[in-house]
């Protein structure tokens, strides 16, 4: 991934760019977006960023003695990796604009780990599907999703707030 890939959809860059950290060792998250217009919907530039971006600033009221102040711990380093997409105006296609791939902390994931993600559209509709049936549990549900999905594992909380979600809205 580099500066002047072009991607068919924002779905498919955000995979490559979060795969490719993964594999780093490092999770991302969105961060800006600009929308197109008035609209709320459709996005013209996204920002994807370190899961360590920004800087912890801790707020205290005066009327606390400073020694009963939390003595919490932060993840957030200032980290200054980010990739910037940016819709090519006429199309559907999404060009990385700006990379930099620099952290200030070392890795988050052990090797051998993974990262957490949302499920995705197709992940929702196969649940969707069986979720409504009677006979399918969360066991042989999830089990359809680990080998149709190989590559985008999900929780069991994850697989049962979708079935929870999916039999709702039945």
Same mark, same amino acid.
């Given at each position: 991934i580099a500066v002047g890939s072009v991607f068919e959809s924002i779905e498919e860059a955000?995979?490559?760019i979060y795969a490719r950290e993964a594999n780093r060792g490092h999770r991302?998250?969105?961060?800006?977006?600009?929308?197109?217009g008035?609209?709320?919907v459709q996005l013209k530039k996204l920002t994807l960023r370190c899961n360590h971006y920004h800087q912890h600033e801790p707020t205290h009221s005066m009327a606390i003695d400073p020694?009963?102040?939390r003595r919490g711990k932060t993840i957030k380093t200032g980290c200054n990796a980010h990739v910037n997409l940016n819709l090519i105006c006429g199309s559907?296609?999404? #060009?990385?604009?700006? @990379?930099?791939?620099?952290?200030?902390h070392p890795r988050e994931i052990p090797p051998g780990g993974t990262i957490v993600r949302p499920p995705t559209t197709a992940q929702r509709q196969?649940?969707?599907?069986?979720?409504?049936?009677?006979?399918?549990?969360? #066991?042989?549900?999830? @089990?359809?999703?680990?080998?149709c999905f190989t590559d985008h594992p999900l929780e069991p909380k994850q697989v049962s707030n979708m079935i929870n979600n999916a039999r709702r809205q039945a």
């Open positions: 955000q995979r490559c991302w998250r969105q961060g800006q977006s600009k929308h197109v008035d609209s709320a020694s009963d102040h559907t296609l999404w #060009q990385v604009t700006l @990379t930099n791939w620099d952290h200030n196969v649940v969707s599907e069986f979720a409504t049936s009677n006979g399918f549990q969360r #066991q042989h549900i999830s @089990t359809i999703l680990a080998n």
